[in-house]
């Protein structure tokens, strides 16, 4: 659009300069309402304010819990003291089976002496 007005101004003499400087003058004046385009000092609608301040209460929110999320170094020590434990409870349980079976062997043997006692009467 520009190079129509320079070819206007250039070839159009006096009357291709009115007309540039008609033009300009009306733009800015429509600009300088408003009309022409928009001048971005209006405030935001409602609906976008109101979007605005849900997705702030929302970060809010959001901050503040991720503020009280363990951290890395506490997730590893976490995980590393659950493999502590598990060893722990995996020993437990294979003392509490041998445990179980050294009780059996004693209980038969206390039931076969007691029966061999009976039968020696």
Same mark, same amino acid.
């Given at each position: ?6 070819? /206007?101004?250039?070839? @159009? ?5 009115? $007309? !540039? +400087?008609?033009? %300009? ?10 009309? /022409?385009?928009?001048? @971005? ?5 409602? $609906? !976008? +304010?109101?979007? %605005? ?69």
């Amino acid at each position: 659009m520009e190079t129509y007005f320079l070819d /206007l101004l250039n070839n @159009g003499g006096p009357v291709g300069i009115l $007309v !540039v +400087a008609g033009v %300009l003058l009306i733009g800015v004046g429509l600009r300088h309402k408003g009309w /022409l385009f928009d001048s @971005g000092k209006s405030d935001p609608p409602k $609906v !976008v +304010a109101d979007q %605005l301040s849900h997705i702030d209460t929302r970060m809010t929110l959001l901050e503040a819990r991720v503020g009280t999320l363990p951290t890395r170094d506490e997730f590893h020590e976490l995980q590393t003291e659950y493999v502590r434990m598990s060893e722990r409870m995996t020993a437990m349980s294979n003392t509490a089976v041998t445990t179980q079976h050294a009780v059996l062997r004693i209980e038969n043997f206390m039931i076969e002496a007691s029966q061999r006692e009976r039968s020696n009467k």
